[in-house]
C-alpha cells in the first residue's frame, strides 16, 4: 500500500522532472545568413537543448531573396557625405548672390565683373566637389535599397545642372566694352543660368527630411 502510494507520488512529479521545450532556455542561437541577415530559429535538440538550424530560410518559410538586407558602408562614405552635406549647404546663399550680382551686371554695373567672377568660379568649385563626392557615394551605396530613387533622382538632376552651368560658363565671354557678347548673349547666359539653378535646387529639395522615404 506505501509503495504503490509512494509510486503515484513520482508520476504525479515525473513531468517537471523530465526536461520539455517549454522549460528550455530562453537563450537563442544565431547564424547569419549569405545576404548577412541575422535569422532567430531555434531547433529542439535531442539533448533537450537548442541547436543551430542548418536551413534557416526554410524554416522559416522566407527566402535570401525576400528578407532585408544589411548594407555595410565605410568610414570614407561617411567622410564624404560630411563634405557633401556642408558644401550643399552653400548652394543657397551663392545662387542668391550670383543672381543679384548678375542682375546688377545685367543693369550696367560693371564695377561687379570681378565678384560675378569670383561667385561663378565658387559655384564651380562648390558643384566639382558634389559631383565627386556624391558620385562616389553613389556607387558605394548602389546595393542600398533605402533611398534609392530618391538618391537616383537627385544624382540625375545634379549632372543636368552640371551640364547646364559649363553651358552658362561657356556664352559668359565679355566684350571689350564689358557687356556679354550683345544683348541675345547676355539672356542666353542669364537664361542658362536660371535653369541651372533650378534644377540644382530641385534637385536639393527632394534630399530634405521631409522626403526622407521613397
Avoid: C
Avoid at 74 to 92: C, E, G, N, P
Avoid at 120 to 147: C, H, M, Q, Y
Amino acid at each position: 500500500m506505501l509503495f504503490s502510494l509512494a509510486l503515484l507520488g513520482v508520476l504525479a512529479q515525473g513531468p517537471s522532472l523530465v526536461p520539455t521545450t517549454d522549460t528550455l532556455p530562453s537563450a537563442s542561437l544565431f547564424r547569419p545568413t549569405p545576404s548577412h541577415v541575422i535569422l532567430m530559429s531555434p531547433v529542439p535538440a535531442a539533448a533537450g537543448g537548442f541547436a543551430l538550424d542548418p536551413a534557416p530560410s526554410a524554416q522559416s518559410g522566407r527566402s535570401d531573396d525576400a528578407a532585408p538586407q544589411l548594407v555595410e558602408y565605410s568610414d570614407a562614405y561617411f567622410t564624404r557625405l560630411t563634405i557633401h552635406r556642408w558644401a550643399s549647404y552653400l548652394t543657397v546663399p551663392l545662387f542668391a548672390s550670383q543672381y543679384i550680382v548678375g542682375q546688377k551686371l545685367m543693369n550696367g554695373d560693371s564695377s561687379l565683373r570681378g565678384v560675378h567672377g569670383v561667385l561663378a568660379a565658387s559655384v564651380a568649385g562648390l558643384f566639382a566637389v558634389n559631383t565627386i563626392t556624391g558620385g562616389l557615394n553613389l556607387i558605394e551605396g548602389r546595393k542600398d535599397p533605402e533611398g534609392r530613387t530618391r538618391r537616383t533622382i537627385h544624382s540625375v538632376l545634379m549632372l543636368l545642372a552640371d551640364a547646364g552651368f559649363v553651358a552658362t560658363g561657356a556664352t559668359a565671354g565679355e566684350s571689350e566694352d564689358g557687356y556679354y557678347g550683345g544683348p541675345n548673349n547676355i539672356n542666353r547666359h542669364r537664361n542658362i543660368a536660371l535653369l541651372s539653378m533650378g534644377t540644382a535646387l530641385v534637385s536639393y529639395a527632394i534630399m530634405l527630411p521631409i522626403f526622407g522615404r521613397d
